[in-house]
């Protein structure tokens, strides 16, 4: 069965810089899935290969404190055709990139989990973007990039 969890409503100073960009957030919430949870397990839940960059159940827990007031948004990114969200939180040890994509629809309007990373390590902006933009599927030349948690 395909289980939603409200994580809540947008933050104002995300509605309105994607209002600036033309993206109509009101109205909308932010949301995780069970399926959105297998897959960040599956890819980067493998502590073999992951060290301590490995996803738990405890990290899932930090989503709130990323998306109300992330260090870094990357509003408007775009891969496959899709709208993302790219949110980017750093702690004193390491540094989570949150996606979330943008379904704007007649049955939906959710900012909804895609992926979830972990870097074991502070980044700043031009790692942050290197990473996201790394393999050439996630192009942000035309999204809205900011700091809302360093105003």
């Known amino acids: 069965m395909f289980q939603k969890t409200t994580i809540?409503?947008?933050?104002?100073?995300?509605?309105?810089?994607?209002?600036s960009i033309g993206l109509d957030f009101t109205g909308f919430r932010h949301e995780t899935?069970?399926?959105f949870k297998r897959h960040v397990i599956k890819r980067h839940g493998n502590s073999a290969i992951h060290g301590r960059a490995?996803?738990?159940?405890?990290?899932?827990?930090r989503i709130p404190d990323i998306v109300k007031i992330p260090d870094i948004a990357i509003?408007?990114?775009t891969r496959k055709g899709r709208v993302y969200i790219i949110y980017a939180?750093?702690?004193p040890d390491m540094t989570y990139i949150y996606f979330e994509q943008v379904l704007d629809s007649r049955r939906y309007?959710?900012?909804r989990g895609s992926t979830l990373?972990?870097?074991t390590r502070p980044l700043v902006t031009d790692d942050i973007k290197r990473i996201i933009t790394r393999n050439?599927?996630?192009d942000i030349s035309e999204a809205l990039i900011m700091s809302p948690g360093k105003v």
Request: aromatic share 10%; charged share 30%.
């Open 33 to 35: 899935t069970d399926d």
């Open 89 to 91: 939180k750093t702690y």
């Open 75 to 77: 509003i408007g990114a």
């Open 8 to 19: 809540g409503k947008p933050q104002q100073w995300l509605i309105e810089a994607a209002a």
């Open 109 to 111: 309007r959710v900012l």
């Open 117 to 119: 990373y972990k870097i």
């Open 136 to 138: 050439d599927k996630t």
């Open 54 to 61: 490995t996803i738990t159940d405890m990290d899932f827990t």
